[in-house]
């Protein structure tokens, strides 16, 4: 049993008060380990993040509509044609250049959705159509007739290689 004297040592108290922070401030960390590391994201949400698109598999001319989020992507392989039309023009209502719209001029990748009110916009020949309200895009995805204010918005993605790309990839 400690004396009186011991106990009146200040050294002592200051050991025993440093000692039971450190073993409380293990505990609590312990005890909201479990707790923090439920609020990861699961693996079929973190497999959800990200859309990796075979290019390969999407001739030169067409589209490919790809699922990332439950969201439609438009991933286009453009003809010289459309790249040489795409890099001369640009709009009015959100002039953007096209070479800041893709990575690569034959691949033009945009989010399917109408940037008026959220519809998902037809393919034609020059671009999409939006059967909600009319807009029109090119194929850069860059609005030329409203009511939508701004061009689809081009997601984040990635080149793995020559042939594949990888959505939601920085
Ligand atoms: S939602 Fe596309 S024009 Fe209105």
């Not at 003809?79 to 070479?99: H, K």
């Amino acid at each position: 049993m400690a004396s009186d004297k011991e106990l009146d040592n200040p050294e002592r108290r200051d050991f025993l008060g440093a000692a039971t922070v450190a073993v409380g401030a293990v505990g609590v960390a312990g005890a909201c380990y479990p707790f923090i590391s439920s609020m990861n994201p699961s693996k079929d949400v973190k497999a959800q993040a990200t859309s990796t698109v075979d290019l390969a598999s999407i001739p030169v001319g067409k589209t490919h509509t790809v699922e990332w989020q439950g969201k439609p992507v438009f991933v286009v392989h453009r003809t010289d044609e459309m790249i040489s039309a795409m890099q001369q023009s640009n709009t009015d209502l959100d002039p953007e250049p096209d070479s800041e719209r893709v990575k690569q001029p034959q691949w033009l990748v945009v989010l399917g959705i109408c940037t008026h009110l959220g519809c998902v916009p037809n393919r034609t020949e020059k671009g999409w159509n939006c059967p909600c309200h009319g807009s029109v895009y090119d194929n850069s995805g860059r609005v030329l007739r409203g009511p939508a204010p701004r061009n689809l918005i081009v997601p984040h993605y990635a080149f793995v290689d020559e042939r594949t790309i990888i959505i939601g990839k920085a």
